[in-house]
């Protein structure tokens, strides 16, 4: 199961710069690294990055992140991953730009991504 990372674009940069990063502050923060599932993005993205353009959605592997992810009760009730060491370059299985139109964050056709 993919799970789902946005990073800034100076974020994505030094990630792939150190090969590894403690997330975005709010990760250094609270002590884990955030992450959401695909129905989960949308209004992860509109709640905490509502506005901002030259964003990354970074996909990692849930199941190769081994005892390190933990789904923990957040939001609204649901279980969100929390990735509880650094994220490593290595973890992403892949990167894309998640580019802002209307106002309104564009994520990837299918794969379970709600609007």
């Not at 199961?1 to 709010?26: C, D, S, V």
């Not at 609270?30 to 990055?49: M, R």
């Not at 990692?60 to 005892?67: C, E, I, N, P, T």
Request: aromatic share 12%.
């Amino acid at each position: 199961m993919l799970i789902y990372k946005i990073f800034r674009a100076p974020e994505w940069a030094a990630l792939r710069e150190n090969g590894t990063t403690p997330g975005a502050p709010i990760d250094v923060q609270d002590g884990y690294v955030h992450f959401s599932t695909a129905p989960q993005a949308a209004e992860t993205a509109a709640k905490h990055f509502a506005g901002e353009d030259d964003l990354f959605l970074i996909a990692v592997d849930a199941d190769a992140l081994g005892d390190d992810l933990k789904w923990e009760v957040s939001r609204g009730g649901a279980d969100f991953p929390h990735l509880y060491r650094e994220m490593r370059l290595s973890d992403v299985h892949w990167a894309q730009p998640l580019p802002l139109e209307d106002g309104v964050h564009q994520f990837p056709a299918g794969a379970g991504f709600d609007a």
